[in-house]
């Protein structure tokens, strides 16, 4: 057994995957990203701590070195991924590699390797502190993507930025008449337009062929209603077949999963 770990600006998404790279699901869990206590815990209830880690951070030096520190205490090493420009059938076209968010590259992998042979055109889009929108060819080609704020980051910015407008909660309407409301549905609005925006732009470069769409994330749930009405116009518009989003619950482990069992099967250093 391995275990993986998410480290995200919010969460800490850990699990353990067997030495086949099989994903355990039913032992996944997730932390607060500050209470690393809670990590170290957990490990501590661990019947046996395996010997490796791999994980990918993107919540700053000082969290991934809390990470060593408890699993450092039970022997545990751990080897934190780099994005590159080809993996696991993946080929990236980031002007820099290196620096993809490693959570977007793990999570890519992770979404393209769960898909049956011929692989359809997908946009990811994960709704986490950052909202994230990346899009992948059919052939596997990562062709970029867009980063904005997430919906819980766009209301405390109107409700810390502002003297009188309140950290909204209320549920997204058409035509909003007070401002929790107004603030909730232009929140959504925002997050689903960009979304749209990708998913039409994906489907004008490869020739009017759908993309498949894969949801991921906890913002996803004030993002929903108001995607779903948008995609709903767009095949009312196009006649084509209804784009149904998918909910992916852990595309980073699973990303994860896969780049240790291809390193399993290929120890070498230059392994993916």
């Given at each position: 057994m391995a275990i993986l770990i998410d480290s995200g600006n919010t969460r800490l998404k850990v699990g353990l995957v067997s030495v086949g790279g099989t994903l355990a699901s039913t032992i996944t869990c997730a932390f607060d990203n500050n209470d690393t206590d809670a990590f170290a815990a957990w490990l501590d209830g661990l019947p046996a701590v395996p010997r490796h880690a791999m994980g990918s951070n993107v919540a700053g030096l000082e969290r991934a070195a809390a990470i060593e520190a408890a699993l450092?205490?039970?022997?545990?090493?751990?080897?934190?991924?780099?994005?590159?420009?080809?993996?696991?059938?993946?080929?990236?076209?980031?002007?820099?590699?290196a620096r993809l968010g490693s959570d977007r590259w793990a999570a890519m992998l992770g979404v393209l390797n769960r898909l049956p042979s011929p692989r359809p055109a997908f946009l990811l889009a994960s709704f986490g502190t950052a909202t994230t929108l990346d899009t992948v060819s059919a052939e596997g080609?990562?062709?970029?993507g867009l980063?904005?704020?997430?919906?819980?980051?766009?209301?405390?910015?109107?409700?810390?930025?502002?003297?009188?407008?309140?950290?909204?909660?209320?549920?997204?309407?058409?035509?909003?008449?007070?401002t929790h409301a107004a603030i909730s549905t232009g929140v959504a609005a925002a997050?689903?337009?960009?979304?749209?925006?990708?998913w039409l732009a994906a489907r004008q470069r490869y020739g009017g062929q759908s993309p498949a769409l894969f949801v991921a994330g906890g913002g996803w749930h004030e993002v929903e209603a108001e995607a779903r009405r948008l995609l709903a116009q767009v095949t009312e518009a196009?006649?084509?077949?209804?784009?149904?989003p998918?909910?992916?619950d852990n595309p980073v482990l699973d990303g994860l999963a896969g780049l240790l069992r291809a390193q399993s099967a290929s120890p070498s250093p230059d392994s993916p």
């Open positions: 450092t205490r039970h022997g545990c090493a751990v080897e934190w991924i780099t994005p590159r420009e080809q993996a696991l059938g993946l080929t990236s076209r980031y002007q820099h590699p080609v990562f062709e970029g980063i904005l704020p997430g919906p819980v980051m766009m209301r405390r910015a109107l409700a810390s930025g502002t003297a009188d407008l309140p950290l909204a909660h209320a549920e997204p309407v058409l035509f909003p008449t007070e997050q689903a337009g960009a979304l749209l925006r990708q196009t006649g084509d077949l209804p784009c149904v998918q909910v992916v």
